[in-house]
Structure formats: structure tokens, C-alpha cells
């Protein structure tokens, strides 16, 4: 089934192509009544108009598209490096959008993409509104999503379990002898990921026993300041921690900075475990231990997979990839009294 076109949203609203053209581009010339007529009938079919990008002659797409939450955040930027590469060497072109974490710029790049010409996306995670997938549909436009390990029915993902991955890194903590501990999470609200790793270590601390607990739980966007103003928070608290695990590195340098400049000694005074292993964990002092997300490997499969369903029947399976405990200088064991 091909995507919808102008001709179906005409017959659907019941006016001319020539008015659905005149309704996109100068709606103050259409009549109201009309004008609602081919909106709802726009709506009802996910159209958009395609102003560049077209297939190649041969039937392959020319054009996708990667949607992802910022670019300042250096574990997206490697990886979309690296599936901008894999897509260069079919020829393949790549445009890039950016959400701020926002389902509805998300949506608004979706749009954006596809009208130009994007033949597929490559999605981050799976949770968005109901409202996008159904565009999504719709439009039937071929994507894949990446950084989690699940998708839904149809669709494929490239990634990894983040839950598995804090909890295993919550583990060596306690392993070590820490009991009490507190979290800086990314924002959890419509962001799976990051509720997954947080998930991750609540049920290692649960499972864990021997007076284990997570003493506070700060969350704060991914950005260097916020993770200090959680670490601010965290020894707000009456009951201290003896080690902050951090939903990803940039918060765990933010947090690192701030206790330092509260006097504390690190590791002796507070352990610090960060996710995702971008060059920032090496050179902070003390190095930063840290999860390794493989974030070539996800860029280069994601290209694969998403090219395999754009210009084929999308039967290749959906890759699960593994993540690595990095242990360097931040994580010691805990000085208890």
C-alpha cells in the first residue's frame, strides 16, 4: 500500500486537488466550511505534502531521517555519526531534527521530515503519544526505534535493556558495601528510558536486602548545572548517601562538580556511577565508572535495519546489542563509621 496522496485527500473531502493545494498554501482563500472539510480529511489520512527528497528511479529511497531528543548530548551525536556513515555508503541522504525531549516538536519533525521526502525515521525509544503512531500508520512511513529493547507490534528496534544495565551497575555498587543510595534521574515523564534505568535500580535495591536503600531520587534534564542542582538536593536531605548513581554521565560531572566544590573528597567522601561512557567520563577527575552504551554499534545497525524496511519488505529482525560496566577512579568503597 503506497502513502496516501493528494488525490485521496480530495476524494475523501469532496473538493478538487486544485482546492487542497489552494487550502495548504493560502488557506484565507478557502471557505471555511471547506477549508475543515479537507483539514479533517488531511487528519484522517496522515497527508503530507512532499516538497523534495523523491524516491530514486530505481525505487530506493534517497532520503531518511533521524528524530532525536538534542544534539548537545554527545551519545546521540556519535551515534547519529555513525548512522549517517553507514547511510552514506548506499548513497542514502540523511536529514536531521531535533525535540527537546517535546512529544510535540517530535511530531512537528516528524511531519517535517516526511513532507520532505524522508522515506524513513529513525526513532528514539517508544513512548510517544498515540497521535504520532497514528501518523506513523497512516502515513505508513517505514521506521525503526532505537535505544530501548522492545517495540511494538510491526515495528523493530536497535538497543539495549537500560534497565538491566542500572541494575547490574547498582549491584557492583552494593557489592562494595554501599547501602545508602540515591539517584539523579533524567526526567522521567515521557522518556522510557530513562524510567527503565531508574526501574533498574529500585529493583536491584529492593532485591538486595541488608538495610539497602535509596535515600532520594532528584530528577533533572540531562545538562551539566541541572546535575549539580540535584546533587544540591540530594544533601538537602536528612539521611546522606554514601554513592549517586546518575542517569547518565553529563549529570554525573555536574554532580561531581558541585560536591567538590561542597568540600567533599571523591570517591572517599561520595562514590558516583554515570551511563553511557562519552569521552566526558575519562577526563573528569576522578575518572568516571560508568555503563558503555555501544553507541556505533546502535547508529550503524539502525541505518541497516531502517534501510532493510524502507527499501524492502523489513525482514530483518530487531537487534539487541550489550552494554559494558566501565570501573575506573568515582566508585570505591563507602568510608562507613
Not at 6 to 35: C, F, H, Q, Y
Not at 77 to 104: C, K, R, Y
Request: proline share 5%.
Amino acid at each position: 500500500m503506497s502513502a496516501p496522496k493528494l488525490e485521496d485527500v480530495a476524494r475523501l473531502a469532496g473538493v478538487s486537488t486544485a482546492s487542497i493545494s489552494r487550502a495548504l498554501n493560502s488557506p484565507e482563500k478557502v471557505a471555511p466550511e471547506t477549508r475543515a472539510r479537507i483539514e479533517q480529511a488531511v487528519e484522517n489520512l496522515g497527508y503530507t505534502p512532499n516538497f523534495g527528497g523523491r524516491a530514486l528511479a530505481s525505487g530506493r529511497a534517497n532520503t531518511v531521517g533521524a528524530v532525536i531528543p538534542s544534539m548537545a548530548n554527545a551519545m546521540f551525536a556519535n551515534a547519529l555519526q555513525a548512522f549517517q556513515e553507514a547511510l552514506s555508503e548506499t548513497g542514502v541522504n540523511l536529514l536531521v531534527a531535533t525535540t527537546g525531549f517535546d512529544p510535540d516538536q517530535e511530531m512537528a519533525a516528524i511531519k517535517s521530515l516526511v513532507a520532505h521526502g524522508a522515506g524513513g525515521l529513525m526513532l528514539i525509544g517508544n513512548e510517544r503519544p498515540a497521535a504520532t503512531w497514528a501518523f506513523l500508520d497512516k502515513r505508513r512511513v517505514a521506521h525503526i526505534v532505537a535505544w530501548c529493547d522492545v517495540a511494538r507490534p510491526g515495528s523493530r528496534f536497535v538497543g539495549f535493556s537500560n534497565k538491566d544495565a542500572a541494575a547490574d551497575a547498582t549491584r557492583r555498587a552494593l557489592a562494595l558495601g554501599h547501602r545508602r543510595i540515591a539517584v539523579i534521574s533524567g526526567r522521567v515523564a515521557g522518556n522510557d528510558r530513562a524510567r527503565a534505568r531508574l526501574d533498574g535500580v529500585r529493583d536491584a535495591v529492593n532485591g538486595w536486602g541488608d538495610h539497602a536503600r535509596i535515600t532520594h531520587v532528584a530528577e533533572a534534564p540531562y545538562l551539566l548545572d541541572d546535575g549539580g542542582r540535584a546533587f544540591s538536593e540530594i544533601m538537602a536531605q536528612r539521611e546522606k548517601p554514601t554513592v549517586v548513581l546518575c542517569g547518565n554521565d553529563v549529570l554525573a560531572a555536574g554532580a561531581m562538580t558541585e560536591a567538590r566544590s561542597m568540600g567533599l573528597s571523591l570517591p572517599a567522601d561520595m562514590s558516583f556511577v554515570g551511563f553511557d561512557d562519552i569521552g566526558l567520563a575519562r577526563v573528569v577527575h576522578p575518572a568516571l565508572t560508568t555503563v558503555r552504551v555501544p553507541q556505533i554499534e546502535i547508529g550503524q545497525a539502525a541505518a541497516r535495519l531502517l534501510l532493510n524496511g524502507v527499501n524492502g519488505p523489513g525482514t530483518e529482525p530487531s537487534v539487541m546489542l550489550e552494554t559494558e560496566f566501565v570501573d575506573r577512579q568515582s566508585l570505591t568503597a563507602p568510608c562507613l563509621p
